[in-house]
């Protein structure tokens, strides 16, 4: 079946610094690969999104790269503000399901100013 | 578009109540999905229905707990009886049901049973 494998967190950086969350992911077919992020008291919203190999995703500075030969998608930033400060998801959605995704355990970001 | 839009917010209850969380899906959207977050099992989906057929319960974790979409616009979650172990963020998302289509998720209903 499908999984997603996020790096485990929790992970704080100092404002500005470079970010790094690494995502690989094992999947049938040609899947999807989704960033979502979630901040205190919400829902899960998208942050970016790459449909096939070596697309590259970007939104709000952050960007991942869809790396079919690694199984890979992991999130960058060049410069982290506090306000980046959330619960970041890794996914994936197949072509085989009714939009049914999969998602990792999740990496909590601390950034401090 | 509203959003997807879940109710209530907070749900306090004693063990052994009844609970019922609502949901209504963006208008257009074909799937709906039930989720359930807690710190120590991450996010947890628990049904999805596509067309407001139930596809797969499998993440149902026992008979305590029904998943119900009558119609395109309204689904339910309820659980009875319920247990303090279910007490959990339950989320609800909905997307167009096509396949590698993104998910829109509610704000969730912060669930604490006593």
């Known amino acids: 079946g499908n999984s997603v494998t996020q790096m485990e967190g929790p992970v704080t950086l100092s404002e500005e610094a470079f970010l790094t969350i690494n995502c690989t992911y094992t999947?049938?077919?040609?899947?999807?690969l989704f960033w979502y992020v979630q901040y205190p008291g919400e829902g899960l919203q998208l942050l970016l999104k790459a449909t096939k190999a070596d697309d590259k995703g970007s939104n709000k500075g952050f960007e991942a790269t869809y790396r079919k030969e690694t199984t890979s998608f992991h999130l960058e930033k060049g410069s982290v503000q506090v306000s980046d400060s959330a619960v970041y998801f890794c996914a994936l959605s197949d072509n085989t399901n009714a939009g049914k995704s999969t998602f990792g355990d999740g990496t909590t970001l601390t950034v401090k100013p | 578009d509203a959003g997807v839009i879940q109710s209530p917010r907070h749900e306090v209850t004693e063990m052994g109540q009844e609970v019922t969380l609502r949901c209504k899906p963006i208008?257009?959207?074909?799937?709906l999905f039930w989720y359930r977050q807690t710190m120590m099992r991450g996010l947890e989906l628990l049904i999805y229905?596509?067309?407001?057929?139930?596809?797969?319960d499998s993440g149902m974790p026992e008979d305590r707990f029904s998943a119900k979409m009558p119609n395109a616009s309204f689904s339910t979650l309820k659980i009875q009886p319920s247990e303090p172990r279910d007490s959990a963020v339950y989320f609800c998302?909905?997307?167009?049901?096509?396949?590698?289509?993104?998910?829109?998720f509610g704000s969730g209903t912060q669930l604490s049973v006593l």
């Open positions: 208008s257009g959207h074909n799937s």
């Open positions: 998302a909905s997307s167009l049901g096509t396949p590698n289509e993104k998910l829109f």
């Open positions: 229905f596509n067309n407001n057929v139930p596809i797969d």
């Open positions: 999947a049938t077919g040609y899947p999807s």
